[in-house]
């Protein structure tokens, strides 16, 4: 009986090497504990990227709203950070359900972020509705025109 395979030494070897024992119902190469943790952990990395994504949006969206000035970047970043979420919440339907739980949080992170670049006053809260941060920007863009 071989050994188990670990992942300590080389993540994608052992990434690959898991698959084509999990394939070949080689349990026995398994290291179960690793697998379960690996699994796991699928879940924070989806979250810490919706938070990111998130927080690009609402910097964009208080740019817009409150700064004169990073206009055209401003919405450059809206749309690529939305457009991105579209993505996201495309390949993970269920993240849709904490976005709600994160949204404030990520909120006083981009205030902080975008009153340290503009010394702006900002809202304590979230001024933006739910549904202005999560559209699909191309259909915003379509509607306003900008796109054919």
Known sequence: MEKPLKNMDDAYKWSLETVAALRAGDFSRIDMEELINEVGSIAGGLR???AAILRDILEALLILTYAGSDQADAERQLVHAQGQLQLLLYSAPTLREVIQEILEKEYRRAKD???EDYSLRL???CPFPLERIVEDPFDRLVAEGKLA
């Open 113 to 115: 972020n975008v009153t």
């Open 123 to 125: 809202p304590e809260s």
């Open 48 to 50: 810490r990227e919706l």
